[in-house]
């Protein structure tokens, strides 16, 4: 069975930095990302990248903030964040998507935010 599993969330003060990591236990996917979700909000995407390269995507709140990278060899995707919001304190998802569109979630970390 396949997994994600991340690590790196965490409290930050309001401006800080914080680095998130995932990692797959097998090579399958040819998309990887984080989602994330704050209380009582929907689930929404904040980057994705194809795990052959190409260019990323970016939800728009954070771009030029936020910095998706990865190594298909090593079946990993990191997420850089600077300049952390209190509104942006959630439950952020690794996310991997299997050629066949079939869609594979991690249990989570959280990052809080602190104003």
């Known amino acids: 069975q396949v997994q994600l599993v991340e690590s790196g969330g965490g409290l930050v003060q309001t401006g800080g930095s914080l680095r998130l990591s995932c990692t797959a236990s097998r090579n399958i996917f040819d998309a990887m990302g984080w989602y994330r979700q704050a209380p009582g909000k929907e689930r929404e995407l904040v980057a994705v990248?194809?795990?052959?390269?190409?260019?990323?995507i970016y939800a728009e709140s954070v771009k030029g903030r936020f910095t998706i990278s990865g190594d298909r060899r090593l079946n990993t995707v990191h997420l850089q964040m600077n300049t952390l919001e209190p509104e942006e304190t959630a439950v952020y998802y690794c996310?991997?998507?299997?050629?066949?569109?079939?869609?594979?979630w991690g249990q989570g970390t959280m990052v809080t935010v602190s104003s």
């Open positions: 990248r194809r795990t052959s390269g190409g260019t990323p």
């Open positions: 996310y991997g998507r299997h050629r066949s569109g079939a869609e594979l």
